[in-house]
């Protein structure tokens, strides 16, 4: 906060090449008017936004940027998901979604964490209901009411040190280890069959394919030792409640969309998820209420539909145009500008002007970065693959949620309730 170089101020670049203080409301004002200028020359396509990891955990940045930025009419929307953790969008896309809510991590019985380190990362999966807030407090809380953890990783971390279970695979085989533990809860019949019966469809065909991941292949393949594969197969499959979260080092290794696809079917074959009449957590304060149901969505596979980009036909997921992409749109304008906003007391520059390659090829003339510092990762991507397509050619298409037809339920003030669709 009291660093000589903080930044406590907006600055503009002169004609010299140097910084100087500039007013917020006036330096608003002259980026409003360049944004004009270059939609009514352009388009609203020829701006970009990349939002960063850390607007997450600002209660406003995510909604307001997000919604001026539809207001541009831009499709150009980049954020870290496209790097880090692709493939649980990939995965929700291709496989469906049980609209019901998942199980929380401070009331169940048994827990699997994946290529995450949530006692120093302080992220370990919000959306997979993870450690988030006082994550060694949760942990500790949790272990002493009777949690059962179970970590794999390729290092002994801080997480796996605490578990109870330490899988200690060889890098890159994520998907080896799940479809080994899926191999043993479907072989020993531990999956939850009520739930599968009414949810899931594709069962057999994932039986048949894990078939063959035995305990001793997964030895051999991961160097985990073929007992340690099974206690840990029959501690989740035997639990009434607990799932499976995997972090950044699952998603950014070796067949990611692979791996995360299997450890959402392990979440799916044992029914981890809330069912009717457990209490759901509602975070709607400043988005619109939608209330859980236990029911499914169907895939969407967003990339097979709306916006592409004109160049390489490129799709989108969940709205976001994938990472990769980002040299296709820069080496084109003979003067691309980038424009960042961030928290208070970052020193970064708040607007500058960057001399840029032309190549006729791409269309992007401004792009805004929020939350993030980009600028010496710009030029850093050695390929041009899009994700989308990178995805589409992996059949993992084993599970499929089942969809049943859709009924909306009545809202409870303060908590809701799940209920059956009939």
């Not at 910084?19 to 009514?40: M, N, T």
């Not at 009411?145 to 179970?150: D, H, S, V």
Request: proline share 6%; with cysteine; aromatic share 8%.
């Amino acid at each position: 906060m009291y660093a000589p170089g903080r930044l406590a101020t907006s600055l503009r670049r002169n004609r010299n090449g140097e910084f100087e203080p500039v007013p917020a409301y006036e330096a608003a004002a002259e980026i409003a008017e360049r944004l004009g200028d270059v939609i009514g020359s352009n388009g609203p396509d020829a701006i970009g936004l990349f939002m960063g990891t850390q607007h997450n955990f600002a209660t406003l940045t995510g909604p307001m940027v997000r919604g001026w930025f539809r207001g541009l009419g831009s499709h150009k929307l980049f954020s870290t998901m496209t790097i880090d953790q692709s493939a649980k969008w990939i995965v929700r896309e291709r496989m469906g979604q049980y609209l019901g809510g998942r199980q929380k991590f401070h009331d169940s019985d048994v827990w699997i964490l994946a290529g995450t380190n949530p006692l120093v990362s302080v992220n370990g999966g919000d959306g997979d209901g993870a450690l988030m807030a006082n994550p060694s407090a949760s942990l500790r809380a949790a272990r002493d009411r009777g949690l059962e953890l179970i970590v794999i990783d390729p290092r002994r971390t801080e997480t796996a040190s605490r578990a109870d279970l330490h899988l200690q695979t060889r890098p890159g085989f994520d998907a080896v280890i799940f479809a080994g533990i899926l191999n043993v809860i479907l072989t020993e019949e531990l999956h939850d069959r009520e739930f599968c019966d009414r949810y899931v469809d594709g069962l057999d065909e994932l039986a048949k394919a894990v078939s063959g991941v035995t305990p001793d292949l997964v030895e051999r393949v991961c160097d985990v030792p073929s007992a340690d594969l099974v206690t840990a197969a029959r501690m989740f499959g035997r639990a009434s409640s607990g799932m499976v979260s995997t972090g950044t080092g699952v998603c950014m290794g070796p067949d990611s969309n692979v791996a995360e696809h299997l450890a959402a079917c392990l979440n799916a074959v044992c029914g981890r998820f809330a069912r009717e009449g457990d209490s759901v957590e509602d975070r709607s304060a400043l988005s619109r209420s939608v209330t859980p149901r236990a029911e499914v969505a169907p895939p969407g596979r967003s990339w097979e539909s709306g916006f592409h980009s004109r160049v390489g036909g490129v799709g989108t997921s969940t709205d976001n145009c994938p990472r990769e992409f980002w040299p296709t749109k820069f080496y084109s304008r003979a003067s691309t500008r980038f424009a960042r906003f961030s928290s208070p007391g970052v020193t970064r520059r708040a607007l500058c002007r960057t001399k840029t390659k032309r190549c006729g090829r791409c269309d992007l003339s401004i792009f805004w970065y929020v939350s993030t510092h980009t600028c010496p990762r710009l030029h850093s991507s050695p390929t041009m693959s899009s994700l989308p397509r990178q995805c589409t050619n992996v059949p993992i298409t084993l599970l499929r949620w089942r969809r049943l037809s859709p009924r909306r339920t009545p809202s409870t003030p303060r908590r809701w309730w799940i209920r059956h669709p009939e």
